[in-house]
Each structure stands twice: as C-alpha cells, then as structure tokens.
C-alpha cells in the first residue's frame, strides 16, 4: 500500500498558526483530488478541506474558511495546510487522504492508507 505521512503539528496559543504537511508515496499522487480530515477528542473524524488534483479549486468547511489555506505541490508529492487564527476547538489530529470531490469522502480506490496523524492543540 502507498501510504500517508503527516507532519507539522504541535501546541500552539489561540490566535496562532501552524503549517501542515503530508508527503505521499506513490507515483499516483498527482491523480488525486486531496483533503485534510481532523478528529477532535471523543468525536467521529471530519472533513475539513480538500483541493483539487491540479491544484486549481479549493474547497473549505464554513468554520475554517478564511484561515486556512489548502495547498499542493505534486512535484513532491506534498498537500500542506495553512492554518492561522487558529481556535480551541480546531484541537484535534489531522489526517490527509485521497478525497471525493464534492461528497467530502475518502476516495477509497486511491491504496491510500490512513496515516499516523499530527496533533494540533490550541490553548485558549
């Protein structure tokens, strides 16, 4: 299986930024729309963002639309995310993933497997 490796994340105060990365193996990378999915403590995983697999369309749920920031560089097989004026409850693991467009789910014929995860954590 080609895997997922996220990385970038770590405690922060509220009103701070992070910068998220995931580097996919793979030769297929460039193939996929991409997202970033986030599970908070005792909470069912969501879907935060995805872009498209040119790079061209973003997508953003309304709670974190305006300060993050979705971005890819298919040459190395890399999706970031930006987060900024970040908030308590954006507190949670983050997980890339090959995504659906428009469904917000996991593209599940990607061969993807589901990364280890970075924690972000916002003390207010």
């Known amino acids: 299986q080609v895997q997922l490796v996220e990385s970038g994340g770590g405690l922060v105060q509220a009103g701070g930024s992070l910068r998220l990365s995931c580097a996919a193996s793979?030769?297929?990378?460039?193939?996929?729309?991409m997202g970033w999915f986030r599970q908070a403590p005792g909470k069912e995983r969501e879907f935060v963002t995805a872009i498209s697999w040119s790079g061209g369309v973003t997508y953003y749920i309304d709670s974190v639309k305006g300060r993050f920031t979705i971005s890819r560089d298919n040459a190395k097989n890399t999706v970031y995310l930006q987060m900024n004026s970040l908030k308590p409850e954006d507190t949670a693991v983050y997980y890339c993933?090959?995504?659906?467009?428009?469904?917000?789910?996991?593209?599940?014929?990607?061969?993807?497997?589901w990364g280890q995860g970075t924690q972000v954590t916002v003390s207010s």
């Open positions: 793979g030769r297929t990378f460039g193939n996929y729309n």
């Open positions: 993933q090959a995504t659906v467009w428009s469904s917000w789910t996991v593209y599940s014929k990607s061969g993807y497997s």
